[in-house]
């Protein structure tokens, strides 16, 4: 059901549900998966791709570290 108006208070708890909704769904990828969508959309979306670079190469880190792997 849709509800019409920017400021009604049903349309703002619908907005307010469809985001939990998407953000569900967000949360469950990969950051790799993520970052494979960003590349399909339109425009640039740098800070986003730069966040998510930064949090993959950190958790690369972290797993050669679990191995051992880390030089000093």
Do not use: C, P, W
């Not at 208070?9 to 790799?32: G, Y």
């Amino acid at each position: 059901m849709n509800i019409k108006g920017k400021r009604n208070k049903l349309r703002v708890k619908q907005r307010q549900d469809e985001a939990k909704e998407r953000q569900v769904i967000r949360d469950k990828k990969t950051h790799e998966e993520q970052l494979e969508l960003i590349k399909t959309r339109l425009g640039e979306s740098k800070k986003e791709k730069h966040r998510l670079v930064k949090l993959i190469k950190k958790a690369y880190k972290e797993e050669k570290k679990k191995r051992g792997f880390v030089k000093k």
